[in-house]
Each structure stands twice: as C-alpha cells, then as structure tokens.
C-alpha cells in the first residue's frame, strides 16, 4: 500500500512514523508512506500556503493551489483510489472504514488546517472527508496518523497474530472482550475463573458474553445497530438465570476510569 499525507505541519506526522506497528509495516514493505510538505508546492518565493478568508474574519484558510500541485505530484506513479480530507465536518471515521480502506491501493491524506482549506479542495479535489470526532484540532495531522494506524495494522502482516484484527473491538460491531495477564490478583480482583481453568469452550463462551454484556452496557447506540445471533441469545438468558456476575456495568466502568 502507498499512503501520501499531505500538511503544512510534516514534522507533527513524520516523528510519529518510525515507531511500533506502524514502524515495522513501514521497515518490512508492508506500506510506503510519503510526507508531503504543502510548501513545497506553494508558487511564490514566501512558499505561501494559506490566505485571509474571502468575507473577512479571523485566522487563515488553506489555499486549493498548493493542495492541487501535491495531489498530482503524489498522482504521478499511481492514480489514488481515495483522496481523503480530514475535516470536522466529515463522516465518522471508524473501523468498518479502516477496513475498506485496508483493501485499497493508494491513498491520499489532506491535513486541514487553521480555520480549515477552501472549498473547492472539498469539491473538486477530495473524493472523501472524514472526522476522528466531534471536536476540533489544532490541525488535521493527528486525525490522518490516527486512520492511517487504524488501517496500517489491518494489512496482512502487519500484526503479529494475522487473527487479530478480527478479535479487534469494533470488528463484528461489538466491544472487545477484557483482557487478564498475570498476577492471578490484583487489588481485590481476581482472573475470572474461566479464564484460568476452563476449557477453550468455556473460555470462547465466557469471552462472547463479556462482548455483549460490556456493549450492551456501555455502547448502547452499537448494541442497537449489532446483528445477535441465537446463541448470542442463549448465552445472555443462560447467564441472567444462573445469575453470573455481570462485572463491567456502565457505573462500575465511569468509577473505575475517574
């Protein structure tokens, strides 16, 4: 996969590129990734990539020229199959996204930036916008390094475990099961017996009713929109008449965190 990430700000995305998973996808080949300096494509001698909005008002907004010339730049080798702005006002990003985008070729990242890019780059050059969340950075440099992680680590061999994105929160629509390591207790809580003794069957199944119990409980608007199978719903009633220990509500996850 070829990714181009396009800011006036390339420091901010180049520091974050040679670590972890996203490092060693880079080192093996898995993905090339190319910063592109939006001054570099500015047409004046003061490398002039910004401009007072039309209308008046504050800060500056980011000038569709200097934007055009890298995008066709970046074009040269291989057309893009998306040209994506990160933008407040954008879709939500989210997994189901990742995954699309892991499928593909060659992407481009715009970063926006100050009080955003003109229009017409969301118009006419960009085929897609895209938001990390409902609030508002300093630029579009942390939103683009954060999708480029989330569909970097989906590439095959990527991730050390090629099952892994799978099991990934998000994956099948539901959260992800917690997660226990050593010492057997920390604190007061244990490691759930199943997890301990039980078979791999009773560790699959414990693992699926912490799934739907955590997202029932904490995500309601996904619980709303997951498809549950039969046995998702055995495995619920099964549970609520042996009275099993419902660990993760929505109070006890809020207290925990604060």
């Given at each position: 996969m070829l990714i181009d990430i396009l800011t006036v700000a390339p420091q901010m995305v180049e520091t974050a590129l040679p670590?972890?998973?996203l490092g060693?996808?880079?080192d093996s080949g898995i993905v090339r990734i190319q910063v592109h300096?939006?001054?570099d494509y500015a047409a004046d001698r003061h490398r002039t990539t910004d401009s007072p909005p039309c209308g008046g008002g504050g800060g500056m907004v980011l000038k569709p020229e200097p934007i055009e010339r890298a995008i066709a730049h970046a074009s040269r080798l291989s057309q893009p199959d998306r040209i994506i702005l990160t933008d407040p006002q954008g879709v939500r990003f989210d997994q189901e996204a990742a995954f699309e985008m892991a499928c593909l070729d060659h992407l481009v990242f715009i970063c926006g930036r100050y009080e955003?890019?003109?229009e017409r780059v969301r118009l006419t050059l960009a085929s897609h916008?895209?938001?990390i969340g409902d609030y508002v950075l300093t630029g579009g440099e942390p939103a683009a390094w954060v999708m480029v992680d989330a569909i970097v680590r989906l590439l095959p061999g990527a991730l050390g475990c090629a099952e892994a994105p799978s099991r990934d929160s998000f994956a099948d629509g539901l959260l992800d099961y917690p997660q226990f390591t050593r010492p057997r207790s920390f604190r007061g809580v244990g490691v759930p017996d199943a997890l301990l003794d039980g078979g791999h069957?009773?560790?699959?199944s414990w693992r699926r009713l912490q799934q739907l119990r955590r997202t029932r409980a904490l995500r309601p608007d996904l619980w709303a929109r997951c498809d549950i199978t039969a046995d998702d719903v055995h495995l619920l009633e099964s549970a609520a008449a042996h009275r099993c220990p419902q660990r993760y509500t929505e109070k006890e996850y809020a207290g925990a965190r604060s």
């Open positions: 670590h972890s998973i060693r996808a880079i300096d939006l001054h955003g890019v003109d916008a895209y938001s069957r009773e560790v699959e």
